[in-house]
């Protein structure tokens, strides 16, 4: 993602090891003006600075994800999304699809995916670990019987009543402030439950980025 206030995010690496953390790093750097426009202007040859196309296609693939590109300019804001999208490949294996809406969205994904190669690696900042002013989440409710049965089992945790949060209230989406969340999210695992009261709960946590929703 690419902010107009000058940052570009990307997901950090985490190593291959269950459980990973609860909290996934996130990489921040600062992308000049010029990298920007360089991006904007390969969005413009694609033709995604305009109402997206039709991107669905007949294709046997199930349970894959949308892919989705919005672009917010000071002429307005575009929102691409295609289901499947590189998924299907060419006879050399290489990604490829088969009308030119999604080719063009690919190929931009593709090059949003480089910035330093689209933008130029001399618009780019030093990458860096984002350390987020606030956090978004959701609280599932579980059954914490059932945590005896799995291997590795789940570690349960108080819920730090000096959050503020009730994570009843939570099961949706929240937002909690990182200096009321302090250091549980990053001390935690994607094993960690949190116990409130008489009810027990798995979270999921991401760091608040530039235009997401309230919640």
Same mark, same amino acid.
Request: hydrophobic fraction near 45%; glycine fraction near 8%.
């Given at each position: ?53 039709? #991107? ?13 590109? *919005?672009?917010?300019? =000071? ?7 295609? #289901? ?5 490949? &060419? ?6 699809? =088969? ?10 994904? !593709?090059?949003?995916? @480089? ?17 987020? @002013?606030? #956090?978004?989440? *959701? ?23 000096? =959050? ?8 949706? /989406? ?17 094993? !960690?439950?949190?116990?409130?009261? @008489?009810?027990? #709960? ?9 235009? &997401?929703?309230? /919640?």
């Amino acid at each position: 993602m690419v902010s107009g206030d000058g940052r570009a995010f990307v997901p950090g690496a985490v190593t291959a090891i269950f459980p990973g953390p609860l909290l996934q790093p996130m990489g921040v750097r600062t992308i000049t003006p010029a990298g920007i426009e360089r991006l904007l202007a390969r969005a413009q040859e694609l033709g995604l600075l305009a109402p997206a196309p039709s #991107y669905e296609v007949d294709m046997n693939i199930a349970d894959a994800p949308d892919t989705v590109v *919005r672009i917010t300019t =000071t002429d307005g804001t575009w929102e691409h999304r295609a #289901y499947a999208l590189g998924m299907e490949t &060419d006879a050399s294996g290489s990604p490829a699809e =088969t009308t030119p809406a999604r080719q063009a969205l690919l190929d931009f994904v !593709t090059a949003a995916t @480089d910035l330093a190669a689209i933008a130029g690696e001399a618009e780019l900042g030093t990458e860096s670990i984002h350390s987020p @002013d606030e #956090y978004r989440l *959701r609280a599932i409710a579980v059954d914490e019987s059932t945590a005896a049965g799995m291997d590795p089992a789940p570690v349960v945790v108080e819920w730090p009543a000096s =959050t503020g949060l009730d994570l009843a209230t939570a099961t949706d /989406c929240a937002r909690l402030s990182a200096s009321a969340a302090g250091s549980v999210f990053a001390d935690a695992t994607q094993l !960690t439950w949190f116990r409130q009261g @008489d009810a027990v #709960y798995q979270l999921a946590v991401a760091g608040v980025l530039p235009g &997401d929703p309230a /919640c």
